[in-house]
């Protein structure tokens, strides 16, 4: 299956959505910061046969506005509920990865009645994280911008799918490959997560979560540990040998892990799934 794009504005910024069609049940896809929709491309197919699936090039992320003047966390939420009002998503199933992960989180906690359930991959409440602008910056900073091809921006990316889908995320001009984002942006998006934490839009989601772990390192085990006994009726699990952006490394596990999670009662009333904590 192919994707068309649909463009939403929401206060003059642009936002570019990958819309796989589809007429199951709705299921919306998050990338994490720095990343683009195209991420999601292989969860995409996997899901899109039986779900209608749009994937999200978030502010100032891929094709949406590159340089928009909000960026809090609440201007992120409430693009996502803007793109399910505009595209008519009724109650979809929020997945995200990273901050976007955080996104979804955020969301179904401010609309409980616009969201089904909830997949975070490796995502959670987090912070606060006061380094977290000076460490992301620093990273982003390590760049050898422009890369000369796109073979060198796969390399520095670590190569295999993972490098593959970063690399996906850059545009060529005339002297090489750029980031399709400005640096700055991503570093004023994270300003909310380094000074406080959001432990309390946590236990205010009512909806079904799966949390999908990998073994990166990325959630301490204290916040792992704080999340389900806040939430207890949380399934989480664990993909063996595998780093933050499992969701690259190993999409077709993580379609097996969300098709179940969707079939069981997050959508359908069945049986609940039960994923069990594993590593």
């Known amino acids: 299956m192919t994707w068309t794009e649909n463009t939403v504005e929401r206060d003059g910024v642009r ?4 819309d796989w069609g589809g007429s199951g049940p709705p299921v919306v896809l998050l990338h994490g910061l720095a990343g683009h ?4 491309d292989a969860l995409a197919r996997d899901l899109s046969p039986s779900h209608r699936v749009v994937a999200v090039d978030q502010r100032g992320h891929g094709a949406s506005e590159r340089r928009p003047r909000d ?3 609440a201007a992120y939420v409430a693009d996502v ?3 399910c009002r505009r595209l008519g998503l009724h109650r979809p199933v929020l997945v995200g990865q990273s901050l976007g992960g955080h996104t979804a989180l955020l969301t179904a906690a401010a609309h409980p009645d616009l969201v089904r359930a909830l997949v975070l991959v490796e995502a ?3 912070g606060p994280g006061p380094g977290v602008q000076a460490e992301i910056g620093g990273w982003l900073d390590s760049w050898p911008v422009p890369f000369p ?3 060198a921006a796969v390399a520095f990316h670590g190569g295999g799918p993972v490098g593959e ?3 996906a995320g850059l545009e060529e001009r005339p002297d090489g490959w750029w980031p399709r ?3 700055d942006v991503m570093v004023a998006s994270l300003a909310e997560n380094a000074r406080r934490s959001f432990w309390d839009e946590w236990a205010g989601v009512t909806c079904p979560t799966l949390v999908v772990l990998a073994q990166s390192g990325f959630l301490p085990p204290e916040e792992i540990t704080g999340m389900l006994a806040r939430r207890p009726e949380t399934t989480a699990v664990s993909v063996p040998g595998t780093g933050h952006d499992l969701h690259l490394e190993q999409p077709r596990v993580l379609g097996r892990l969300v098709r179940g999670f969707l079939d069981g009662d997050a959508a359908s009333g069945r049986e609940p799934f039960r994923a069990g904590c594993r590593s």
């Open 71 to 73: 960026v809090s966390r």
């Open 165 to 167: 889908g970063w690399a």
């Open 15 to 18: 936002l570019s959505c990958r």
């Open 124 to 126: 959670g409440p987090g």
């Open 81 to 83: 509920a803007e793109v």
């Open 37 to 40: 929709a195209g991420e999601w």
């Open 149 to 151: 091809s796109r073979e």
């Open 181 to 183: 984002f400005d640096r």
